[in-house]
Structure formats: C-alpha cells, structure tokens
C-alpha cells in the first residue's frame, strides 16, 4: 500500500503549501497528484482501489476549492 502512503505524503504537502499561503505552488502539487490519481484510476482492479482513489478525488476537490476559490469551482 506504498503507492497510498506516497499519496498521503502528498496531499499533506498541498495542506501545508496553503498552510504556508503558497497557492500557486499548492495548485501544481494538486495537479501533479490528480494526474497520479487519474493513472492510478486507470490501472485500478480492484474495489477497494477504486474506493480509495475515489476518496482522494474527493478530498483533492475539496483543496481545489480551497485554493482557487468557490466561485471558479462552481464553473466548471
């Protein structure tokens, strides 16, 4: 379950760059775990993958919010 571990590692990264008021480089640490998220999406078989990409999707939703603002979440 290393591949979880490295997620967490990251998303935790993005909570302290917006921590830190650095959203720019929160923005792209977000789209580089998405993009691994996405990948990961893709070569998942199993369920229990599938409901723990799927909880990632959903907190890095709930960062893209938070570092870009309800309004331009709203938009897309």
Same mark, same amino acid.
């Given at each position: 379950?290393?591949? &979880? ?19 720019? %480089? ?8 998405? +993009?691994?998220?996405? +990948? ?7 369920? %229990? ?6 909880? &990632? ?20």
């Amino acid at each position: 379950m290393s591949k &979880y571990e490295d997620l967490k590692a990251s998303v935790q990264e993005i909570i302290d760059l917006i921590a830190a008021k650095n959203n720019r %480089e929160a923005n792209n640490k977000l789209l580089e775990v998405s +993009d691994t998220l996405d +990948d990961m999406l893709d070569h998942a078989e199993e369920d %229990e993958d599938l409901r723990e990409i799927s909880r &990632y999707q959903v907190l890095l939703n709930q960062l893209h919010v938070k570092i870009n603002g309800e309004e331009q979440a709203d938009g897309e």
